[in-house]
Nanobody
Framework: QLQLVESGGGLVQSGGSLRLSCVGTGYSFDYYAIGWFRQAPGNEREAVSCVNSRGGHTLYADSVKDRFTISRDNAKNTVYLQMNGLKPEDTGVYYC???????????????????WGQGTQVTVSS
């Protein structure tokens, strides 16, 4: 079974950058589209971005478009989320998860297996 582990979060100032990593263990990592989701205290979990299995198609929420970049290196079983120009409203716990497809509106992205890992905390100070 494929398991995903997030890392790379931390505390940064507004305008700073972080790179999150999502590392898969198990079989067939390169068969899966991967989405990044986040959840701030008191808010619903929301989809942020998505990358298809080969990395050739990406999807972003309007709130992060032009600031975040999703990519993957299947040889390393890793998906990245490069976050630039961070804002306080980006604060939250970030999760990665398998999704059925990135060929969908970003607000329709859903955790395919409905299973979440620990996530990684991103905190952006004013």
């Amino acid at each position: 079974q494929l398991q995903l582990v997030e890392s790379g979060g931390g505390l940064v100032q507004s305008g700073g950058s972080l790179r999150l990593s999502c590392v898969g263990t198990g079989y067939s990592f390169d068969y899966y589209a991967i989405g990044w989701f986040r959840q701030a205290p008191g808010n619903e979990r929301e989809a942020v971005s998505c990358v298809n299995s080969r990395g050739g198609h990406t999807l972003y929420a309007d709130s992060v478009k032009d600031r975040f970049t999703i990519s993957r290196d299947n040889a390393k079983n890793t998906v990245y989320l490069q976050m630039n120009g961070l804002k306080p409203e980006d604060t939250g716990v970030y999760y990665c998860a398998t999704v059925q497809s990135c060929a969908t509106p970003v607000d329709s992205l859903e955790n395919y297996f409905d299973s979440w890992g620990q996530g990684t905390q991103v905190t952006v100070s004013s």
